[in-house]
């Protein structure tokens, strides 16, 4: 599009607003919000008159801009696929027939050009290009396209945010593009090794993580379909930064460089970086991709034609059975209270003053008795969790215990959280009027006082079920463990012996975490072997240095 934020038309939005349901003062706001505007134009010293802006949005306002341009896929034809961000647009189609595609295709974008005069915008032919993507051998016809009269060009590659596309998806272009990017920001790194004023280890590995790996980061789960050949060709960029930073000779072999660095090797960080898009795209039912991800299609293909690019969801599930890993349900992310029906938590801070280190436990059961008695007309609720080896329990303990085991792949923290609450859903069918829920967790005290800024979908189901019991009044309190205060160690025992298991699940943040604990693997090595390593790669810290070198399948240290 053409100066897509100024030519936003103004009616409009308020329009699409009205459409949508809201009234009254929202857009009375938003229409004050947008008028009055003026600009002015300088050269050298020169200032001109004030004019008006009759149209368009400020360029930060991106959820008007959002709104405005939302309804531009409101009439394409049934077959013609969509993707859109902020002024970003492509649509595609698919198919066997090339003049079916031509005619969906120009369908779309005849409608699409008749909904931007009306709605202000201006589509530029000169930015649109046509790609098509085409493994056909022989020779068959590319399609044609008008846009306002002049013919939409066909291009062999083109950029699509940030990542080049060729009409054969090798994405060798954007592999030889992003080795150059990379070439250039390693020269800043050559500057900062000087022997006798340069940079440290530590530094020149943040500096390599921050200009150069995020590079190879970026797009990665796209990219990887590519062919090994091609990936190959970023092994020498991430080699020679690693090189740079840890001052290793030339000479030193590839996996003892990895060892040193503490950096994978770019193939296992794809994987990673794979992985964690999936559970993303998996814990998000609303993603566009969710379906198409969860439940790929043509594996039978894929399976026989090896010179087919398997689809992402078929690749995932190589990348699984690779680092042997069971595929685990995500909890579904879950949207935070509306403003208007926010909660205030009540928090009771009677122990947060007594330093654990320098406290007796004599003393904190001295407390806790006494704030017991202030606080007699409550019902305590004792909540803990716990985590060892492959268990992970949480439990519930007033004159009752509930004690359930979660995920293997669970933190101690998710633990704690789903351990609050079990501890709120026994309010709710008891019925309590009153009731404390202690926790001998503080990060979990400090999450539920932050939460407007935790996403955690424990965190939100938890003030999502306080918002439903608003009338029985529930504090919160944190109590040191294992301090001899009985209800919390007998929900401590409880949860370490649970032995009811429920529906599994696994937060996100979980499972990025299980990704960034996967080891270097060094493909051949046998089990005794990558588990010597994995120790050694664990126990690694700068600025000791191990020279290191690879003698056939053993390591030698």
Partial sequence: ??????????????????????????????????????????????????????????????????????????????????????????????????????????????????????????????????????????????????????????AQETKFLGIIFDTKLTFRSHVKHLKIKCIHTLNIMKVLTNTSWGADKVSLMRIYRSLVRSKLDYGAPVYGSAAKSTL???????????????????????????????????????????????????????????????????????????????????????????????????????EGLPPWQETQLDFIDDFLHLLKLNTSDVVFQQHFYDHRQRHSDYVPIYTDGSKFDSHVGSAVFPDFTVAETLHPFCSVYTSELYAIYLGLLKIYTLNFKKAIIYTDSRSIINALRSSKHNNHPLVMQCLHLHHTLKKIKIKYCWIPGHAGIPGNENADRAAKNSNTTRETFVPLSDACRLLSSLKIGYGKESGTDRQAINFIISNLQPPFLLETSLLGNTMSF
């Fill in 1 to 154: 599009m053409e100066k897509a934020y100024d030519r936003t038309w103004r009616y409009g939005i308020l329009k699409d607003l009205f459409d949508i349901g809201l009234k009254r003062n929202l857009p009375l706001f938003i229409k004050n919000f947008l008028q009055t505007r003026v600009f002015q134009i300088r050269i050298g010293n020169i200032l001109s008159d004030y004019f008006d802006q009759q149209e368009g949005v400020p360029q930060g306002s991106v959820l008007l801009f959002i709104i405005k341009i939302n309804g531009i896929f409101s009439k394409l034809p049934a077959y013609v696929n969509s993707s859109l961000f902020v002024d970003d647009i492509q649509i595609h189609c698919a198919g066997e027939d090339m003049s079916f595609i031509q005619r969906q295709l120009q369908t779309a974008v005849n409608n699409m050009n008749d909904w931007a005069s009306k709605n202000g915008f201006l589509f530029s032919p000169q930015k649109t290009v046509c790609m098509h993507f085409c493994r056909r051998r022989g020779l068959h016809p590319d399609p044609e396209f008008q846009l306002n009269g002049p013919t939409i060009p066909i």
């Fill in 232 to 334: 190959k060709i970023l092994d020498s960029v991430h080699h020679q930064g690693l090189r740079l930073a840890t001052g290793t000779f030339r000479t030193t072999p590839i996996p003892s460089l990895h060892v040193i660095s503490g950096e994978p090797s770019l193939e296992l960080r794809r994987h990673r970086l794979s992985l964690s898009t999936f559970y993303k795209i998996k814990s998000d039912e609303f993603h566009p991709q969710h379906y198409k991800v969860i439940n790929p299609i043509f594996g039978s293909l894929f399976s026989v034609r090896l010179s087919f690019t398997p689809t992402f969801g078929f690749r995932i599930g190589e990348i699984l059975r690779y680092f042997e890993i069971e595929d685990f349900p995500i909890i579904s992310n879950i």
